[in-house]
């Protein structure tokens, strides 16, 4: 029996199956078969991601729509200015140990909370 077959060893990789034809193909033209998928998927990723990244923005614009809106009510507009200091002193000046609790009027129709 000789030393050496007079057949080569044929791996798996050799065998007549798509992947073995792909990897072979692979070798030869890299760009085309790995390079190119690869761009256009990140290109079609980034065609479908837009209509996200606008709902993103659109909201954002709404919420500045509403702080617009509240600015037109004045709820924003010029208030006193705060010294701390002055805060202070107002705030320690107050009797805080002598206080009533006050009941506030109801809307006709809601519940007062009394049983």
Known sequence: MPTFPSRPFRGSSSAPTLAAAYRTSLAKHPFLLFGLP????????????TPATAIRYEKHDRK????????????????????LNEEYYRLAAKDLDDWENKRVKRLKGENDGLL
């Open 38 to 49: 690869f761009i256009a998927t990140m290109v079609a990723g980034s065609f479908f991601l």
């Open 64 to 83: 500045v729509r509403q702080l617009s809106k509240e600015e037109e009510l004045g709820l924003k507009g010029g208030g006193r200015r705060v010294d």
